[in-house]
């Protein structure tokens, strides 16, 4: 979650993190499926393509598709981990805002739509008028950099880096 993170720049960092959390989501729901269907192809029979020329042998061919196999089931496992690293520590930011808090930020930046529809949208939802909104939105998204703020100093401290602070 840290490659985001800049203490100058914390109100950026906080919209890409909520810009990319439904991404590893989708990481977190497909990766299971992904890594057995990347182990059905590993233990899979051979296809040969029918083309109508005859095929060269190549002994090696079962040793690359299986180490090809390893690559992927690794990689796959990688972002799996590092998906659910994400969604777990941004869960905890997450649940320091109040529904209403959580619904707008949603609208405004995980949904993927456009500015005008997420305020009708809200202003519709909350029955409250677009000021509110704004205002709802601003205090949602300075409660996450204060939050990630934290995250980043505990962070740094663990590795050392702000020993002298």
């Known amino acids: 979650m840290f490659i985001w993170l800049d203490f100058v720049r914390l109100d950026l960092a906080v919209k890409n993190i909520l810009q990319e959390y439904p991404h590893w989501l989708q990481v977190l729901k497909d990766a299971p499926e992904r890594i057995a269907a990347a182990h059905e192809h590993m233990a899979g029979p051979m296809t040969v393509a029918l083309t109508g020329m005859p095929?060269?042998?190549?002994?090696?061919?079962?040793?690359?598709?299986?180490?090809?196999?390893?690559?992927?089931v690794t990689a796959l496992r990688d972002k799996y981990a590092k998906a659910k690293a994400f969604v777990d520590g941004f869960a905890e930011g997450w649940?320091?805002?109040?529904?209403?808090?959580?619904?707008?930020?949603?609208?405004?930046?995980m949904r993927g739509g456009s500015r005008d529809g997420a305020e009708a949208r809200l202003v519709e939802q909350l029955n409250c008028g677009r000021s509110q909104i704004y205002s709802l939105r601003t205090q949602a998204l300075r409660v996450l950099e204060a939050w990630l703020y934290?995250?980043?100093r505990d962070h740094m401290m663990a590795e050392g880096a702000m020993s002298g602070y």
Do not use: C, I, W
């Open 55 to 72: 095929g060269a042998h190549d002994p090696k061919a079962v040793d690359a598709r299986l180490a090809t196999g390893v690559d992927q």
């Open 95 to 109: 649940g320091l805002l109040s529904a209403d808090e959580q619904l707008v930020l949603t609208e405004f930046f």
């Open 150 to 152: 934290m995250k980043l």
